[in-house]
T-cell receptor, first 113, second 113 residues
């Protein structure tokens, strides 16, 4: 069926990296976005990708493979404050919801000292 | 910069009660959204408004009404609160319906006794 899948939890260590995976299945594709949401806070936009490949934005990088319906968000040089939920959202062009965003459940990243 | 303000931050209601959540934005954005966030589920779209005086149903509109009183404000009404219901309602806005970057408010946390 149509949807966006993310692992619920991910753990990593301060100073290393974390890769948050997202797979999607949609009837059309018009871009994928990543948001960061800290506990009790508003989701904050991080990145939007529509072309295949790696998009390097410094601390955050995003990768997209449209043929595989797959994206990841890569966080490098992790800090404790990177502990948050990371939401993947895909714009489904032709789905039953119309040209609107479909969100994954969010991956809760815990960064340990 | 701008800000999205949601009121109240916490809302406690009784079963069957009609409850109203408010959202204000000073970005001068055309499009506004109401999402519901439940634990273990992705954000689900309740209502959205492409521009002032417009109203569109999302996937989860049953049990809710919405009103775009003016360009800067978008209200959501729970028509009859369900017992033991608990969720966070997030308001968001974008410059235009086609714009990818959503700006979110901090949310209203609803608890129904």
């Amino acid at each position: 069926g149509q949807g966006v899948e993310q692992p619920a939890k991910l753990m990593s260590v301060e100073g290393t990296f974390a890769r948050v995976n997202c797979t999607y299945s949609t009837s059309g594709f018009n871009g994928l976005s990543w948001y960061q949401q800290r506990e009790g806070q508003a989701p904050v936009f991080l990145s939007y990708v529509v072309l295949d490949g790696l998009k390097d934005s410094g601390h955050f990088s995003t990768f997209l493979s449209r043929s595989n319906g797959y994206s990841y968000l890569l966080l490098t040089e992790l800090q404790i404050k990177d502990s948050a939920s990371y939401l993947c959202a895909v714009r489904d062009l032709y789905g039953s919801s119309g040209n609107k965003l479909i969100f994954g459940i969010g991956t809760l990243l815990s960064v340990k000292p | 910069g701008g800000i999205i303000t949601q009121t109240p931050k916490f809302l406690i209601g009784q079963e069957g009660q009609k409850l109203t959540l408010k959202c204000q934005q000073n970005f001068n954005h055309d499009t506004m959204y109401w999402y519901r966030q439940d634990s273990g589920k992705g954000l689900r779209l309740i209502y959205y408004s492409i521009t002032e005086n417009d109203l569109q149903k999302g996937d989860l509109s049953e049990g809710y009404d919405a009103s775009r009183e003016k360009k800067s404000s978008f209200s959501l009404t729970v028509t009859s609160a369900q017992k033991n219901e608990m969720a966070v309602f997030l308001c968001a806005s974008t410059r235009h319906i086609s714009n990818e970057r959503l700006f979110f408010g901090h949310g209203t946390k609803l608890s129904v006794l």
